[in-house]
């Protein structure tokens, strides 16, 4: 009996250890990711872009930035609630999800905006990736019904960029320059790509990345 009531100690450190283990592991979760969509926030993709820059910077590659806004979130809101225009992020998140790779950034920037940071990506590659994803977006239908009876549908506009680290690059830089892209679609009509030119590139770069016009 002694015996056992000598482990009891050691199994209750092994717990509490455990406890604040699963805890802050909780806790860094919550710290990094959006709530509602599971994509990563604001805050972890800057932190990940200061890391993507320094790799690209040692290896001489490019790097990529979509930014994906979503039409008519406001009317989709005061329409049908905020429960649907939920779902309709939700549902964004999940294309995004499922087409990017294993070591992209996805993100939710803003209340309909969201941020893909990516990598030693082709430009026809980067293009086709943006109308994939604006049109599996278009493609989905909400559990909701309009006033006809039609399921909503969503939709978003989006803005990319292939471009090169410089010197006094940050975050902000590349964001307003892909910003004026994702303006062009929306003044266009909406559900639409628009790219801008790359900001800069390096003299040599990495192979099977492609310069755009």
Sequence with gaps: MEGDGSQRPKKNFKKTVSKLRDKNIQIEKISKVDELTGLYNRRYLIEQFELFLKRAQRYRFSLAMIILDMDYLKEINDSYGHLAGDLSLRTISDVMKQRVRATDICSRIGGDEFC????????????????????????KELSYRTQKGSPVKITVSIGACIFGPGEEFSFDDIYHSIDSALYESKKKGRNRVSFIEPIRYFPREYPGTTAAS
Excluded: F, S, T
Excluded at 129 to 139: F, G, I, P, S
């Design 116 to 139: 893909i940071l990516l990598d030693a990506i082709k430009k026809e590659d980067l293009v086709q990736l943006c109308e994939n994803l604006r049109m599996e977006v278009a493609e």
